[in-house]
């Protein structure tokens, strides 16, 4: 049973195109978050949620729109889609604390053509 | 400067020796260290968390924190071969919202 599954696994769209990605835990964790890896492979924050409530929103273009409907749940919705966003997008849980380790989902390769 | 800086590699050692990886912060008030290993064309494992100066010990792996020198590090002894893999260094900074930033990860290759 996954821990955290991210759904699609793979996503090959057009350029313009909306899509969305789906995460859900059954680890019970409060907070939830969406990183993207980029072909360098650096890992990067977007959004974190904590109980339904938006915590992290760091600078990504306001095409991208998360998503909790409840706390084992949070999407991610991309309208537009642009070359710039092929990556692998990754979620992750952590409990409530803020210091406590993330664990990470088996990722969404995103490839626009 | 970087937030957390990591030799990209790639390390190689042969079989059984150590593997040294190492990772420094710019964030002085920096309080929750991990490590993490990712194979190619998978997701980040969390191999080692460390909080406090010192070093912490699990397996054949252990984690070094300097927080004085804004620096920690990843042992590994008894390299094989399946530990080829990037190595990720992640420090949640001061702001209190559990902001992970990630090094750009180290490529260890453990030769036979």
């Known amino acids: 049973d996954t821990a955290v599954s991210q759904t699609p696994k793979y996503l090959v769209t057009q350029m313009g195109n909306d899509k969305s990605i789906k995460c859900e835990q059954n680890l019970g964790h409060d907070t939830m978050y969406w990183y993207k890896q980029d072909s360098k492979k650096f890992l990067k924050i977007m959004f974190s949620?904590?109980?339904?409530?938006?915590?992290i929103n760091e600078t990504v273009p306001n095409r991208f729109s998360p998503k909790s409907p409840d706390k084992a749940h949070l999407n991610l919705h991309i309208n537009s889609l642009e070359l710039g966003d092929s990556a692998v997008y990754f979620c992750?849980?952590?409990?409530?604390?803020?210091?406590?380790?993330?664990?990470f989902g088996d990722g969404t390769r995103l490839s626009i053509l | 400067q970087k937030e957390v800086e990591q030799n990209s590699g790639p390390l190689s050692v042969p079989e059984g020796a150590i593997a040294s990886l190492n990772c420094t912060y710019s964030d002085r008030v920096s309080q929750s260290f991990f490590w993490y290993r990712q194979y190619s064309g998978k997701s980040p494992e969390l191999i080692m968390s460390i909080y406090s100066n010192g070093d912490k010990e699990d397996g054949r792996f252990t984690a070094q924190l300097n927080k004085a020198s804004q620096y920690v590090s990843l042992l590994i002894r008894d390299s094989q071969p399946s530990d080829s893999a990037t190595y990720l260094c992640a420090v949640i900074g001061s702001s209190n919202t559990g902001k992970l930033i990630f090094g750009q990860g180290t490529t260890l290759q453990v030769k036979p």
């Open positions: 992750a849980t952590s409990s409530g604390q803020t210091t406590q380790p993330q664990h």
């Open positions: 949620y904590n109980n339904k409530e938006l915590i």
